[in-house]
């Protein structure tokens, strides 16, 4: 039922948007709802950890959210790299961006331009660890990590806490969460899913000639999500929980896509902050037909990352030989290159020099960026067998 529920809500907002086909539309979305339901109502699961702690524990048998996982045992040398991708001591080249930390939520529910959070506009780590839904310091560092080339906003969603402390304090990383020595469970399902999957798919056949949504839903699903426990030391970083939605007074997003109704923004928000490094963003763009917000071009921010005191918190890049290399967007929209000489102007959201924007993708000849095509060798072995495989709509049929 679970992946029933993730496939057909897929399935059902794909008929909608790219194929603009209510009719089976509702045919999947109604079955990602009864196929949720079926969960909810089974009571076998609920949200009783806290966010990090999903993807880091060694063993999620008794987590209730956790509907089905992955586990690894060093014993039979069954192990995985991931955490070690998430050590903020080692250098990878990706990392959080401006566009999805201005994304998050402030704790009273609100968006940072709206909101009445003391410090919403101040765009500091630190501060967003405190001022933002639980969920950034669950997924983010707490403090700017040049090892995040792309961005100084380093993932830890993967990494325990544990050995987080043991880096920061010792320099030293338990051997378990080295190299490909790793054994943290891997959750393939989440009761938080099914949640918003429900919700959604609600939410999308309200607009095509289903009831609509309720205070009630929205408690039962978003709201029981935002009411997930804090990890303690998340609390001791001043971590809050967020407000509760409520349907009467969603955000008044500014960002907002104005062919999107603040409902679905909303649900849509939840799922960008809840599934973050969970390799479902791109399949939700593509079903939403909304593969323009990848478009960097249209929205720069993709290209930059956190916000950086430099002459606090990172003075050692401050140095002649970085000269060219990275510049920082001031609040204003204003980009100041860092020349060697202007270490007091460099402060802002951080971007590499060697970050380039995507290549379009959209409206070009000959390309469809929803539907992967046809390779040429299968149509070439097919075609040798006496078959002739069609190719993929939007794609040379040649």
């Not at 063993?59 to 956790?66: G, V």
């Not at 639980?134 to 707490?142: A, P």
């Not at 899913?193 to 839903?217: P, R």
């Amino acid at each position: 039922a679970g992946f029933i529920s993730r496939i057909a809500l897929y399935e059902g907002t794909w008929q909608k948007y790219y194929y603009k086909n209510n009719e089976r539309a509702t045919k999947f979305l109604t079955l990602a709802k009864e196929a949720s339901e079926f969960i909810i109502n089974s009571n076998k699961y609920y949200i009783d950890s806290d966010f990090r702690t999903l993807f880091t524990s060694n063993d999620l048998k008794s987590n209730k959210e956790c509907i089905l996982f992955r586990n690894y045992n060093a014993e039979i040398k069954v192990t995985h790299s991931v955490a070690h991708y998430n050590n903020p001591a080692n250098s990878i080249n990706y990392g959080g961006t401006t566009d999805l930390l201005k994304a998050f939520l402030c704790v009273d529910g609100n968006v940072w331009q709206n909101s009445t959070t003391e410090g919403a506009k101040d765009f500091t780590i630190a501060n967003l660890v405190k001022t933002r839904d639980s969920r950034f310091e669950g997924t983010f560092y707490d403090k700017p990590e040049i090892n995040a080339k792309g961005s100084f906003l380093f993932p830890v969603k993967f990494f325990p806490r544990y050995g987080i402390k043991a880096v920061e304090e010792t320099g030293t990383v338990p051997n378990e969460l080295k190299g490909s020595n790793n054994v943290t469970d891997a959750p393939i399902l989440r009761y938080a899913e099914i949640l918003l999957n429900w919700i959604e798919s609600k939410a999308e056949l309200a607009t095509i000639g289903g009831s609509a949504v309720t205070q009630e839903d929205i408690d039962a699903s978003i709201n029981k999500i935002r009411d997930r426990p804090l990890a303690p030391e998340a609390v001791e970083k001043g971590v809050q929980k967020t407000k509760a939605m409520m349907l009467d007074a969603l955000p008044n997003d500014p960002a907002k896509d104005p062919n999107v109704s603040s409902l679905l923004w909303e649900i849509r928000r939840e799922r960008r902050m809840e599934f973050i490094f969970e390799n479902l963003r791109l399949a939700d763009l593509k079903r939403w037909a909304k593969l323009e917000y990848m478009d960097t071009d249209m929205h720069s921010e993709l290209l930059s990352g956190a916000w950086v005191n430099f002459p606090v918190e990172a003075k050692d890049q401050l140095t002649a030989g970085n000269a060219n290399e990275f510049s920082v967007t001031k609040a204003d929209g204003t980009t100041i290159v860092y020349n060697g000489n202007n270490n007091a102007e460099m402060v802002g959201f951080y971007k590499a020099t060697v970050t380039k924007g995507r290549q379009p993708f959209l409206n070009q000849v000959n390309v469809n960026p929803y539907l992967s095509p046809v390779g040429k060798t299968q149509m070439d072995n097919y075609e040798s067998k006496g078959y002739k495989l069609q190719q993929t709509q939007g794609w040379p049929q040649n």
